[in-house]
């Protein structure tokens, strides 16, 4: 597998599932990647992958919904590598669940799944922004933005996981404002829907693999240019409707 880069990587949500893959697949090909998580400290898989790849994997402390947790990854960062080529916001919740209908989801689900799936990487990349930009001028950056289909409006009809749809239609409007805000700073941002996925969130019935997702998703962010910038992209290239 080729790496979408050759130097800093930035990774949320890494101790499991689509992170956890990601890690894996981009561990031994990337300059140095960051690997972050709330609780590095329970994250075995993690620790283990980076114990394995110690030149290149920093496990390191991070709640997207915490602006003191993201200043202090942001200053690590700053002064080991001062710059990020590549952000990948997987870091997400899925609110209710199938439990979550119209009936029964309340505000309190609502606003964690909101935070923690669009606000926390919203402010993620505002706070990165200088480091984004840093590698731009110097051959580019990306940003990916993990999504889902369920956040497409234009094919919700209703059903359950409604804060979770919600929260990722605001994920999306977050990429395009990301988009706005970057692109002349030859910073692509792009959302990316990874497929359904046999994790914890996709359950055993889904259809892909983390490997085969992830494997999906490098090679897309691989051939990523600025004309990408804003586009709503699966892990196979195929582009979805907002």
Same mark, same amino acid.
């Given at each position: 597998?080729?790496? +979408? ?9 890494? @101790? ?72 990948? @916001? @997987? ?29 926390? +990487? ?8 200088? /480091? ?12 990916? @933005? ?14 359950? $996981? ?19 805000? /970057? ?12 497929? $359904? ?12 693999? +983390? ?12 051939? /990523? ?7 709503? /992209? ?9």
């Amino acid at each position: 597998m080729t790496s +979408p880069l050759a130097e800093t990587v930035l990774l949320t949500g890494s @101790n499991r599932g689509i992170g956890l893959e990601f890690a894996r697949q981009l561990a031994d090909s990337v300059d140095t990647l960051y690997a972050t998580c709330r609780r590095p400290d329970e994250a075995a898989d993690l620790r283990d992958l980076a114990d394995e790849y110690a030149s290149t994997v920093r496990v390191l402390p991070l709640d997207v919904t915490d602006a003191d947790s993201i200043e202090m990854a942001h200053k690590l960062v700053a002064t080991d590598s001062g710059r990020v080529d590549l952000l990948i @916001n @997987n870091a997400g919740v899925n609110g209710g669940g199938s439990s979550d209908r119209f009936e029964t989801t309340d505000a309190e689900t609502m606003m964690h799944t909101y935070r923690v799936n669009a606000v926390g +990487p919203h402010l993620l990349v505002q706070a990165f922004a200088d /480091l984004l930009r840093r590698a731009g001028e110097e051959g580019g950056a990306r940003v990916v @933005n993990i999504t889902s289909q369920l956040g497409s409006i234009a094919n919700t009809r209703g059903g359950t $996981w409604q804060s979770y749809k919600a929260s990722k239609a605001a994920l999306n409007m977050c990429t395009r404002l990301q988009h706005g805000a /970057l692109q002349q700073d030859d910073v692509c941002v792009v959302s990316m829907h990874p497929g $359904w996925v046999q994790t914890d969130m996709g359950g055993s019935n889904a259809r892909l693999t +983390p490997q085969e997702s992830v494997a999906g998703m490098v090679d897309v962010i691989d051939d /990523l240019s600025m004309d990408d910038g804003g586009r709503f /992209l699966t892990y196979a290239g195929e582009e979805r409707p907002w």
